[in-house]
């Protein structure tokens, strides 16, 4: 591990890097969680039955469900963004 870790005495600086990237560790995490979330909703939502393809229905709905999941995406990224502007400009 590094020293910045195991050292609970870290200056202010390092703490706030800590807090970064602990923070965007966790928006990360958030995102994949979304995903995974949002692929398994696409999926039951439009696919029937398993087969060697996708009926032209079924392939228009997962177009449709994953172009409204980069949607959100897109828009979740954009609002987590200006809410770090939004406090870096608050804390400095």
């Given amino acids: 591990m ?3 870790l195991t050292n609970p005495k870290l200056d202010a600086t390092s703490q706030k890097e800590l807090e ?3 923070e ?3 928006a990360q995490a958030r ?3 979304q995903i995974h979330t949002l692929t398994g909703l ?3 939502k439009c696919v029937g039955s398993i087969s060697s393809s996708f009926s032209s229905k079924e392939q228009t709905c997962l177009e449709n ?5 980069f949607d959100a995406s897109d828009y979740l ?5 200006q809410q770090r502007a939004a406090a870096g400009v608050l804390t400095e």
């Fill in 65 to 69: 469900c994953v172009g409204r999941f």
């Fill in 77 to 81: 990224i954009r609002r987590v963004e």
């Fill in 2 to 4: 590094s020293d910045a």
């Fill in 31 to 33: 995102v994949q969680s």
């Fill in 24 to 26: 965007t560790e966790q």
């Fill in 42 to 44: 696409c999926w039951d």
């Fill in 20 to 22: 970064q990237f602990l």
